[in-house]
């Protein structure tokens, strides 16, 4: 292997990395430390630069300012193949005129390793493959062919493994499977994965450790529950998962707790809850936080009072509701199946209930709709 | 430093080539147009004198083979394009597994050598062939009509030996394009017409560019097949051309009229690129 | 009758073809068959049938010769113009440099400039400087027109080549150079090998620029050419064929062999 970079170990560590094409800023000063052994999740929407991002890691983009470092040893500018960091292309980019077996050999052979048998076939076993050795790419499935690549850049035992959209082009019972079996994998052999992705879900399920981006920035950093229960800005609570966000005004105080006045319904939110930065905030709630109830029906916790059931969707575990409310918003209320209570219908008069617990806060002048737009571009690659 | 250099290493050998054997002997040609039989010099002697006349000279004596030269190769090249084009399609999309194979059939005559082919032709036609007789004894043509020494059997020959310059790359760029483009073109109620005027041929474009390029340029230079098909009457720019050089040794009106095919052919092929909106042949 | 015009309807592309492949093939048919006429001269009309000339391709004089000359130069001129077409074609599908816009003007020229201009003003060039007609002129005139078809059949295989196979490369520690001789020239090759194919069956088969550049020189084409005012030997048709079949064989068996090498 070339370059004092190839044995370097520890946290990755991003200090104010910029990369702009012309006038577009695709990376905006991003600063980020990624803890070695972790499974860390880039998450956002196609253009957010979570693709750059990666690109740069890799060393397949320079950034135009700022410093890459991996411990103690900056690798801003060194080359791909001096960084101790291996890559899973989205699409596999496998090499179509070697054999499995060449193809997994390929990062060994370049580095001048000897009897690297064993290492490739230990890295077949992992992927459980090992029939695959003297296949072509072309001959294999999509999702073996995905498993390969994995196996191509895990044999290098890298200090970084990066995943670009791994397994966007997989369906969605196989994506699951190899959701799992990542996570396994990575738990395995203890490297420290990047993931880049804009499935939510995806992210939610393997990573320790998301970073919500948006626009070249980071919007929130955190673990899946603390991004999902309590969201810091609105791009971030519709992005991961859904969430009714109510505008409203901090009227008082009681305790911990602020008193909030939605259209003139007063209901609580802890104190430690509310990133607003004022009075005007937006409450939040998460669609299956809520309960529904018959107007005659008394409830405890923050109620809302006179919504009126517009649409109603029986998805099987659960009911979803369309409810207005007399100011004139629809809140979307997700009930589970369990109680053998006979799902509401259109037109009924309702109140929503919840335990004030669940309550988040944003600052009021956000807008309430970011991170909801779905582009259909959805799935496209970023570059 | 390797970087800004690596591009121009790689082009140094070729591009040196090509300046000193295809601009340099341009250069040279336009150099000998305009020059003048050398006084009391012997035949093939010239000198410098830079008489533009030459061209006018040259293009008005050789007026009816500039024409003849453009006709036959336009009509040609539709000839070409109609015969090509529903061949590439049946290839692209009928041609299943034996795609490969039907391609290997296109481009096989090539090396039965051109000239063999067309001498065959030449025999096939003639009042030896077989195909004189019958047309004869169906009436269709008349006792004295001939096929060959014509100018339907020079724009057969050409047609014929174009051909797979023409399929060629009109099957590469119909085969790129998705069946299912057709099938949502008969889906969003386009008839089968239709979905060849508002989708296949415009997605074929590329191909038919190129295709009738590689037909249009060789054919309006091409001398061949005007010797061996065709009578004095069907006689091309190219036929004199080569007998300027070899017979007569009239360099100056030999290159004028080389000169003047190039930058007819250059300004034609412009237009039509612009006006097909296929930038990027090369 | 409904059904015929029915079958005819669905099938008319497939006769269209049919009858595209026969005109293709109606001449090599003619040329094969002459090929075992027993006439000792002129190739004309039909006097027989024999093996003789099958026997003894060589029998006709010069023909050998010409047949030599022709591959010798094919040989060289496809070298020759495939090293220098596919830098250059390197040079244009992976380089971003200035003048790159008028470096793909002079490739695409020589291909918009007629054969026998080519030829005629080559021929001046090699007079002007003293130069006689001959064997190397000839190999040079085939490079010429051979180069500009090797550069765009190897830019458009290297155009089509996935940039993230030679990233996944210098992922897995493999520097430019080795990039460049495990990945990315692997994957050109099978378009080279199209483009040196498409160059020595271009120069094998040139007549136009050879006619001008040869001077007393003869190679197989310029042979027919000559022979044709007084019959074209049979030998000329046993040449042809065969030319044909071997041709016709090699690619078979190639193909044989890649559909084979897939499913193992």
Same mark, same amino acid.
């Given at each position: 292997?070339?370059?004092?970079?190839?044995?370097?170990?520890?946290?990755?560590?991003?200090?104010?990395?910029?990369?702009?094409?012309?006038?577009?800023?695709?990376?905006?000063?991003?600063?980020?430390?990624?803890?070695?052994?972790?499974?860390?999740?880039?998450?956002?929407?196609?253009?957010?630069?979570?693709?750059?991002?990666?690109?740069?890691?890799?060393?397949?983009?320079?950034?135009?300012?700022?410093?890459?470092?991996l411990?103690?040893?900056?690798?801003?500018?060194?080359?791909?193949?001096?960084?101790?960091?291996?890559?899973?292309?989205q699409?596999?980019?496998?090499?179509?005129?070697?054999?499995?077996?060449?193809?997994?050999?390929?990062?060994?052979?370049?580095?001048?390793?000897k009897d690297?048998?064993?290492?490739?076939?230990?890295?077949?076993?992992?992927?459980?493959?090992?029939?695959?050795?003297?296949?072509?790419?072309t001959?294999l499935?999509?999702?073996?062919?995905?498993?390969i690549?994995?196996?191509?850049?895990?044999?290098?035992?890298?200090a970084?493994?990066?995943?670009?959209?791994?397994?966007?082009?997989?369906?969605?019972k196989?994506?699951?499977?190899?959701?799992?079996?990542?996570?396994w994998?990575?738990?395995?052999?203890?490297?420290?994965?990047?993931?880049?992705?804009?499935?939510q879900?995806?992210?939610?399920?393997?990573?320790?450790?998301?970073?919500?981006? *948006?626009?070249?920035?980071?919007?929130?950093?955190?673990?899946?529950?603390?991004?999902?229960?309590?969201?810091?800005?609105?791009?971030?609570?519709?992005?991961?998962?859904?969430?009714?966000?109510?505008?409203?005004?901090?009227?008082?105080?009681?305790?911990? *707790?602020?008193?909030?006045?939605?259209?003139?319904?007063?209901?609580?939110?802890?104190? *430690?809850?509310?990133?607003?930065?004022? *009075?005007?905030?937006?409450?939040?709630?998460r669609?299956e936080?809520?309960r529904?109830?018959?107007?005659?029906?008394?409830?405890?916790?923050?109620?809302?009072?006179?919504?009126?059931v517009?649409?109603?969707?029986?998805?099987?575990?659960?009911?979803?509701?369309?409810?207005?409310?007399?100011?004139?918003?629809?809140?979307?209320?997700?009930?589970?199946?369990?109680?053998?209570?006979?799902?509401?219908?259109?037109?009924?008069?309702?109140?929503?209930?919840?335990?004030?617990?669940?309550?988040?806060?944003?600052r009021?002048?956000?807008?309430?709709?970011?991170?909801?737009?779905?582009?259909?571009?959805?799935d496209?690659?970023?570059? | 430093?390797?970087?800004?250099?690596?591009p121009?290493?790689?082009?140094?050998?070729?591009?040196?080539?090509?300046?000193?054997?295809?601009?340099?002997?341009?250069?040279?040609?336009?150099?000998?147009?305009?020059?003048?039989?050398?006084?009391?010099?012997?035949?093939?002697?010239?000198?410098?004198?830079?008489?533009?006349?030459?061209?006018?000279?040259?293009?008005f004596?050789?007026?009816?083979?500039f024409?003849?030269?453009?006709l036959?190769?336009?009509?040609?090249?539709?000839?070409?394009?109609?015969?090509a084009?529903?061949?590439?399609?049946a290839?692209?999309?009928?041609?299943?597994?034996?795609?490969?194979?039907?391609?290997?059939?296109?481009?096989?005559?090539?090396?039965?050598?051109?000239?063999?082919?067309?001498?065959?032709?030449?025999?096939?036609?003639?009042?030896?062939?077989?195909?004189?007789?019958?047309?004869?004894?169906?009436?269709?043509?008349?006792?004295?009509?001939?096929?060959?020494?014509?100018?339907?059997?020079?724009?057969?020959?050409?047609?014929?030996?174009?051909?797979?310059?023409?399929?060629?790359?009109?099957?590469?760029?119909?085969?790129?394009?998705?069946?299912?483009?057709?099938?949502?073109?008969?889906?969003?109620?386009?008839?089968?017409?239709?979905?060849?005027?508002?989708?296949?041929?415009?997605?074929?474009?590329?191909?038919?560019?190129?295709?009738?390029?590689?037909?249009?340029?060789?054919?309006?230079?091409?001398?061949?097949?005007?010797?061996?098909?065709?009578?004095?009457?069907?006689?091309?720019?190219?036929?004199?051309?080569?007998?300027?050089?070899?017979r007569?040794?009239?360099?100056?009106?030999?290159a004028?009229?080389?000169?003047?095919?190039m930058?007819?052919?250059?300004?034609?092929?412009?237009?039509?690129?612009?006006?097909?909106?296929?930038?990027?042949?090369? | 009758?409904?059904?015929?015009?029915?079958?005819?309807?669905?099938?008319?592309?497939?006769i269209?073809?049919?009858?595209?492949?026969?005109?293709?093939?109606?001449?090599?048919?003619?040329?094969?068959?002459?090929?075992?006429n027993?006439?000792?001269?002129?190739?004309?009309?039909?006097?027989?049938?024999?093996?003789?000339n099958?026997?003894?391709?060589c029998?006709?004089?010069?023909?050998?010769?010409?047949l030599?000359?022709?591959?010798?130069?094919?040989?060289?001129?496809?070298?020759?113009?495939?090293i220098?077409?596919?830098?250059?074609?390197?040079?244009?599908?992976?380089?971003?440099?200035?003048?790159?816009?008028?470096?793909?003007?002079?490739?695409?020229?020589?291909?918009?400039?007629?054969?026998?201009?080519?030829?005629?003003?080559?021929?001046?060039?090699?007079?002007?400087?003293?130069?006689?007609?001959g064997?190397?002129?000839?190999v040079?005139?085939?490079v010429?027109?051979?180069?500009?078809?090797?550069v765009?059949?190897?830019?458009?295989?290297?155009?089509?080549?996935?940039?993230?196979?030679?990233?996944?490369a210098?992922?897995?520690?493999?520097?430019?150079?080795?990039?460049?001789?495990?990945?990315?020239l692997?994957?050109?090759?099978?378009?080279?090998?199209?483009?040196?194919?498409?160059?020595?069956?271009?120069?094998?088969?040139?007549?136009?620029?050879?006619?001008?550049?040869?001077?007393?020189m003869?190679?197989?084409?310029?042979?027919?050419?000559?022979?044709?005012?007084?019959g074209?030997?049979?030998?000329?048709?046993?040449?042809?064929?065969?030319?044909?079949?071997?041709?016709?064989?090699?690619?078979?068996?190639?193909?044989?062999?890649?559909?084979?090498?897939?499913?193992s």
């Open positions: 292997m070339t370059g004092v970079a190839s044995s370097a170990r520890g946290d990755l560590k991003l200090t104010s990395v910029t990369k702009s094409y012309g006038d577009f800023i695709a990376v905006n000063d991003l600063s980020l430390v990624i803890p070695e052994g972790s499974f860390f999740a880039l998450l956002g929407p196609s253009g957010c630069g979570k693709t750059t991002t990666l690109r740069m890691i890799a060393g397949l983009e320079e950034p135009t300012h700022g410093k890459i470092a411990g103690s040893t900056d690798i801003t500018d060194t080359k791909p193949y001096q960084r101790p960091i291996n890559t899973v292309f699409n596999y980019a496998l090499f179509p005129h070697l054999t499995i077996f060449e193809n997994i050999a390929f990062g060994l052979r370049r580095r001048g390793l690297i048998d064993d290492a490739v076939n230990k890295a077949l076993d992992l992927v459980e493959l090992p029939h695959l050795a003297q296949r072509k790419p001959q499935s999509g999702g073996q062919q995905q498993r690549a994995l196996a191509r850049a895990i044999v290098n035992r890298p970084l493994l990066l995943l670009d959209e791994p397994l966007g082009a997989l369906d969605l196989l994506r699951r499977q190899m959701q799992i079996e990542l996570k994998i990575q738990r395995e052999v203890g490297i420290t994965f990047v993931h880049v992705t804009h499935d879900e995806e992210a939610m399920t393997m990573a320790d450790t998301i970073a919500v981006m *948006n626009e070249g920035e980071i919007e929130q950093m955190g673990s899946p529950a603390e991004l999902y229960d309590n969201p810091k800005t609105a791009f971030v609570a519709n992005f991961l998962g859904q969430s009714n966000l109510i505008k409203g005004t901090i009227s008082g105080s009681d305790g911990d *707790n602020h008193i909030v006045d939605l259209f003139g319904q007063k209901i609580s939110l802890q104190k *430690n809850r509310s990133h607003a930065v004022d *009075n005007s905030i937006l409450a939040g709630i669609p936080k809520f529904i109830s018959r107007l005659e029906t008394s409830t405890s916790g923050n109620i809302l009072t006179g919504g009126k517009e649409d109603v969707s029986y998805i099987g575990v659960s009911t979803q509701y369309q409810v207005l409310m007399p100011w004139g918003q629809e809140l979307m209320v997700f009930e589970q199946n369990d109680d053998g209570v006979a799902p509401f219908s259109v037109g009924e008069g309702v109140n929503i209930s919840w335990e004030p617990i669940f309550t988040f806060a944003l009021g002048d956000e807008d309430a709709e970011a991170g909801t737009e779905v582009s259909p571009d959805e496209l690659d970023e570059e | 430093m390797r970087k800004i250099g690596t121009y290493l790689l082009l140094i050998p070729g591009m040196g080539f090509l300046l000193i054997f295809f601009l340099l002997p341009i250069f040279n040609l336009a150099q000998t147009s305009t020059q003048t039989p050398k006084d009391g010099g012997d035949t093939g002697q010239y000198e410098q004198t830079f008489r533009l006349a030459n061209y006018a000279d040259a293009i004596e050789n007026r009816e083979q024409g003849r030269s453009f036959y190769a336009l009509i040609t090249t539709i000839l070409a394009l109609a015969i084009y529903p061949l590439a399609y290839i692209a999309f009928k041609g299943g597994r034996f795609k490969n194979v039907m391609l290997v059939l296109v481009i096989a005559p090539f090396f039965v050598s051109f000239l063999l082919r067309t001498i065959a032709w030449k025999q096939i036609l003639g009042e030896e062939g077989f195909v004189v007789p019958v047309l004869r004894s169906l009436q269709i043509i008349s006792e004295s009509t001939t096929l060959t020494s014509s100018p339907f059997a020079v724009v057969m020959g050409m047609t014929y030996n174009f051909l797979p310059f023409m399929t060629l790359p009109l099957y590469a760029s119909i085969d790129r394009i998705d069946p299912r483009t057709l099938e949502a073109s008969g889906d969003l109620y386009a008839n089968g017409f239709t979905t060849f005027r508002k989708v296949t041929l415009p997605l074929s474009m590329p191909g038919v560019v190129a295709g009738t390029l590689l037909t249009f340029i060789p054919a309006a230079g091409d001398y061949v097949n005007a010797a061996i098909l065709g009578s004095p009457q069907t006689k091309m720019l190219g036929n004199v051309i080569e007998s300027r050089y070899f007569i040794v009239d360099y100056p009106t030999a004028a009229l080389s000169f003047t095919l930058a007819a052919i250059l300004i034609l092929v412009t237009i039509y690129v612009r006006k097909a909106g296929t930038e990027e042949l090369v | 009758m409904k059904t015929i015009s029915r079958w005819f309807g669905r099938n008319l592309i497939r269209y073809a049919a009858i595209a492949f026969t005109y293709l093939f109606i001449p090599v048919a003619y040329t094969f068959v002459f090929s075992f027993d006439s000792a001269k002129s190739n004309l009309i039909w006097k027989g049938f024999t093996f003789a099958w026997q003894n391709p029998g006709a004089p010069e023909v050998c010769t010409a030599g000359n022709s591959i010798k130069i094919g040989f060289l001129a496809t070298l020759f113009s495939t220098l077409g596919t830098m250059i074609a390197f040079a244009i599908g992976r380089h971003k440099f200035k003048g790159r816009s008028s470096t793909n003007l002079l490739i695409f020229l020589p291909m918009a400039t007629p054969e026998i201009v080519l030829g005629a003003s080559l021929l001046s060039l090699f007079l002007v400087f003293q130069i006689n007609p064997f190397w002129p000839t040079i005139a085939h010429l027109f051979c180069m500009s078809f090797v765009v059949t190897v830019k458009a295989r290297i155009a089509s080549l996935d940039p993230r196979l030679e990233q996944a210098m992922d897995l520690y493999a520097n430019e150079r080795e990039t460049f001789r495990r990945v990315t692997p994957l050109v090759a099978p378009g080279i090998a199209a483009a040196a194919l498409l160059a020595f069956s271009l120069s094998f088969d040139d007549f136009i620029i050879t006619n001008f550049n040869s001077g007393t003869t190679t197989f084409p310029k042979f027919v050419y000559v022979s044709a005012a007084r074209i030997p049979a030998q000329a048709n046993v040449i042809g064929s065969a030319m044909f079949i071997l041709a016709l064989t090699i690619v078979i068996l190639g193909q044989f062999v890649g559909r084979k090498r897939k499913v």
